[in-house]
Protein backbone atom coordinates (compact mmCIF):
# COMPACT_ATOMS: atom_id res chain seq x y z
CA UNK A 1 0.00 0.00 0.00
CA UNK A 2 1.53 3.38 -0.94
CA UNK A 3 1.47 6.29 1.64
CA UNK A 4 2.27 9.98 1.91
CA UNK A 5 5.18 9.00 3.67
CA UNK A 6 6.22 6.55 0.46
CA UNK A 7 5.67 9.40 -2.14
CA UNK A 8 7.44 12.62 -0.06
CA UNK A 9 10.39 10.46 0.65
CA UNK A 10 10.77 9.71 -3.27
CA UNK A 11 10.31 12.95 -4.02
CA UNK A 12 12.91 14.06 -1.34
CA UNK A 13 15.47 11.36 -2.92
CA UNK A 14 14.58 13.07 -6.29
CA UNK A 15 14.59 16.73 -5.71
CA UNK A 16 17.56 16.40 -3.24
CA UNK A 17 19.65 14.54 -6.38
CA UNK A 18 20.08 11.25 -4.93
CA UNK A 19 18.04 8.79 -7.33
CA UNK A 20 17.28 10.39 -10.84
CA UNK A 21 14.43 11.54 -12.77
CA UNK A 22 14.53 8.01 -14.31
CA UNK A 23 14.92 6.13 -11.32
CA UNK A 24 12.08 8.40 -9.52
CA UNK A 25 9.90 7.74 -12.34
CA UNK A 26 10.45 3.89 -12.62
CA UNK A 27 9.51 3.93 -8.94
CA UNK A 28 6.64 6.07 -9.03
CA UNK A 29 4.51 4.15 -11.80
CA UNK A 30 4.77 1.17 -10.12
CA UNK A 31 4.43 2.34 -6.67
CA UNK A 32 1.05 4.56 -8.32
CA UNK A 33 -0.43 1.73 -10.15
CA UNK A 34 -3.09 1.14 -7.51
CA UNK A 35 -3.74 4.66 -6.28
CA UNK A 36 -7.31 4.37 -7.49
CA UNK A 37 -7.50 2.19 -4.37
CA UNK A 38 -5.79 4.30 -1.77
CA UNK A 39 -6.64 6.61 0.56
CA UNK A 40 -7.76 10.08 -0.86
CA UNK A 41 -4.87 12.16 0.26
CA UNK A 42 -2.72 9.22 -1.81
CA UNK A 43 -5.03 9.38 -4.73
CA UNK A 44 -4.60 13.06 -4.90
CA UNK A 45 -0.89 13.49 -4.69
CA UNK A 46 -0.67 10.55 -7.19
CA UNK A 47 -3.40 12.82 -9.61
CA UNK A 48 -1.61 15.99 -8.60
CA UNK A 49 2.14 14.07 -9.66
CA UNK A 50 0.77 12.68 -12.93
CA UNK A 51 -0.12 16.47 -13.60
CA UNK A 52 3.01 17.73 -13.10
CA UNK A 53 4.82 14.89 -14.78
CA UNK A 54 2.73 15.36 -17.98
CA UNK A 55 3.57 19.09 -17.83
CA UNK A 56 7.10 18.16 -17.90
CA UNK A 57 6.73 15.90 -20.68
CA UNK A 58 5.17 18.11 -22.78
CA UNK A 59 7.81 20.43 -21.90
CA UNK A 60 5.50 23.09 -20.52
CA UNK A 61 7.73 22.89 -17.42
CA UNK A 62 11.68 22.22 -17.31
CA UNK A 63 12.85 19.94 -14.57
CA UNK A 64 13.85 22.06 -11.88
CA UNK A 65 9.81 23.59 -12.52
CA UNK A 66 8.36 19.97 -12.37
CA UNK A 67 11.25 19.28 -9.43
CA UNK A 68 9.44 22.46 -7.19
CA UNK A 69 5.92 21.65 -8.21
CA UNK A 70 6.41 18.07 -6.45
CA UNK A 71 7.47 19.39 -3.92
CA UNK A 72 4.32 21.86 -3.54
CA UNK A 73 2.53 18.71 -4.13
CA UNK A 74 4.22 16.70 -1.40
CA UNK A 75 4.67 19.78 0.88
CA UNK A 76 1.51 19.70 3.28
CA UNK A 77 2.06 16.44 4.21
CA UNK A 78 5.44 16.74 5.49
CA UNK A 79 6.61 16.95 8.83
CA UNK A 80 7.51 20.17 9.98
CA UNK A 81 10.48 18.97 11.77
CA UNK A 82 13.94 17.75 10.71
CA UNK A 83 14.55 14.41 10.31
CA UNK A 84 17.57 12.46 10.76
CA UNK A 85 18.97 12.58 7.62
CA UNK A 86 20.39 8.77 7.03
CA UNK A 87 16.57 7.44 7.47
CA UNK A 88 15.15 10.45 5.13
CA UNK A 89 18.30 10.05 2.14
CA UNK A 90 18.46 6.30 2.57
CA UNK A 91 15.01 5.00 2.85
CA UNK A 92 13.96 6.00 -0.35
CA UNK A 93 17.10 5.85 -2.26
CA UNK A 94 17.56 2.25 -0.93
CA UNK A 95 13.52 1.72 -1.95
CA UNK A 96 13.75 3.18 -5.57
CA UNK A 97 17.85 1.63 -6.57
CA UNK A 98 17.66 -1.48 -3.89
CA UNK A 99 21.19 0.44 -3.00
CA UNK A 100 22.27 1.85 -0.08
CA UNK A 101 23.03 5.67 -0.68
CA UNK A 102 26.72 6.89 -0.17
CA UNK A 103 25.68 10.87 0.18
CA UNK A 104 28.35 12.49 2.65
CA UNK A 105 26.88 13.34 5.74
CA UNK A 106 27.41 17.74 4.58
CA UNK A 107 25.05 16.22 0.87
CA UNK A 108 22.67 14.52 3.48
CA UNK A 109 21.89 17.85 5.62
CA UNK A 110 20.60 19.98 2.42
CA UNK A 111 17.65 17.38 3.16
CA UNK A 112 15.21 17.65 5.44
CA UNK A 113 11.46 16.50 5.77
Known sequence: M???????QAVAAYT?????YDEFEEWFFAASRGKFGEPRDVLKACLDI????????????SESE????????????????SVVQDYVVDTPYRALTGR????SPARR?????
Not at 2 to 8: A, E, G, K
Not at 16 to 20: C, E, I, M, R
Not at 100 to 103: E, F, H, R, V
Not at 109 to 113: F, G, M
Open 50 to 61: DLAHSEFLDDAV
Open 16 to 20: GGFVS
Open 100 to 103: SSTA
Open 2 to 8: LTIDDLS
Open 66 to 81: FQRNLLGIVAPFRATD
Open 109 to 113: ALLTV
